[in-house]
């Protein structure tokens, strides 16, 4: 299916696509920039793409991590559909802008150009107080595309007027009746009691994406689980070792005691995102460049990232050497052998194959 058919799919047949085509994992596509950090580095998003296609993803959710202005957003997104080909469904956070009219105008953009669904955050705000206010918002903006619709149930303190967990079920539910309305991202960080309730409350309406695996057998005994949404998968898999997804296609099969064994070979990568993320998701962030470096170490084009202004949420920690050495050795001890040249990740690999060296030595953080 090419990507104009994936984008014209018909709202009444969202959610049927949706149990087809969302299988296995969806990896977080990060920018490449060239060495100087200026420019986009086109050839290295391409390289990331067809390497997210080698790693039997079913889709890539393009993170914008370091893009300077909505144009330049765009070209990442143009040429993350281009390469794709329908090779590999392109999503990315959509339907917001701070006013439904904004909401509106950036879903249609996406839909022009390619995308086949979004991640949808609930809007907040001062007039956005009762639950009927924020469904009929929602709604509103929802309704105007044909783009699959992925709720994000997420943690913090919006929502705690709804649900001491943050994840306003009674809103979910009701969205979760818009045709379009396939999906729910549940992210990592939501307690063991939060997911069960959504999969109580969700699960025989919306797929439910878990990015925690440990979760997984227990959500999977619940509601169907086939897919996990919107991370950086290759955390914890090579193309070569799809431990993800073959993880959630056993699932999928009810064939937890398989599962879990192929759970058991990955255990050390999952430990580590874990470990990595734990302190920057408390203030709202993700550490983007040891992100960059799994993805270069299991086969991506890798290359530095753009610093965040630095009132940003998404400021990152540095990678230390001793943070690549971790990452290295954690996944050669789930019998997968990384990507072992920092210099090349420093410029990316398709730079570094092409003669650029970095200015920055082994013993730098990046």
């Known amino acids: ?34 060495p100087d950090l200026e420019s986009l580095d086109e050839e290295g998003v391409r390289h990331d793409v067809r390497t997210s296609i080698r790693h039997g993803f079913f889709s890539m959710f393009c993170a914008g991590v370091g893009l300077r202005d909505a144009a330049e957003r765009r070209r990442f997104l ?20 701070g006013s439904i009219e904004a909401g509106i105008a950036n879903l249609r953009e996406l839909e022009t150009i390619g995308l086949s669904h979004v991640m949808f955050s609930l809007p907040s705000g001062p007039e956005l107080q009762t639950a009927d206010a924020i469904f009929e918002y929602s709604r509103r903006i929802i309704d105007s595309t044909n783009l699959g619709i992925v709720l994000y149930a997420q943690s913090g303190e919006r929502f705690r007027r709804f649900h001491p967990g943050n994840v306003p079920l009674d ?11 396939v999906g729910a991202k549940i992210t990592q960080v939501l307690d063991p009691v939060m ?11 919306l797929l439910l994406g878990p990015v925690n695996l440990e979760l997984a057998p227990f959500m999977a005994r619940l509601c169907p689980i086939q897919y996990t949404a919107m991370w950086q998968v290759e955390a914890c898999q090579s193309p070569e070792k799809p431990y993800v997804n073959d993880y959630l296609r056993l699932l999928s099969e009810q064939r937890f005691d398989e599962a879990a064994a192929v759970y058991w070979q ?13 302190e920057v998701l408390r203030n709202g962030g993700h550490p983007w460049s040891h992100l960059k470096y799994h993805i270069w170490a299991v086969g991506g084009n890798g290359g530095r990232l753009r ?11 540095p990678l230390t050497p001793e943070d690549r050495q971790r990452i290295r050795e954690t996944y050669r001890a789930c019998g997968i052998e990384p990507s072992e040249n920092d210099d090349e990740f420093a410029v990316g690999r398709v730079n570094y194959a092409n003669g650029a060296r970095p200015t920055l030595s082994a013993s730098d953080n990046y």
């Open 195 to 205: 997911t069960y309730e959504c999969c109580e409350r969700l699960g025989d309406k």
């Open 307 to 317: 610093a965040a202004a630095p009132d940003s949420h998404n400021t990152f920690p």
């Open 171 to 181: 809103i979910f539910e009701r969205l979760a009746e818009l045709p379009n309305v």
């Open 1 to 34: 299916m090419t990507t104009t058919q994936v984008a014209s799919i018909a709202k009444a047949d969202r959610k049927d696509w949706a149990r087809e085509r969302f299988r296995g994992g969806e990896n977080s596509l990060l920018p490449s920039y060239t």
């Open 78 to 97: 143009e040429i993350a559909v281009d390469e794709a080909q329908g090779r590999i469904l392109v999503s990315s956070g959509g339907g917001g802008g």
């Open 266 to 278: 990955m255990q050390p990568l999952v430990r580590l995102f874990w470990d990595e993320q734990a």
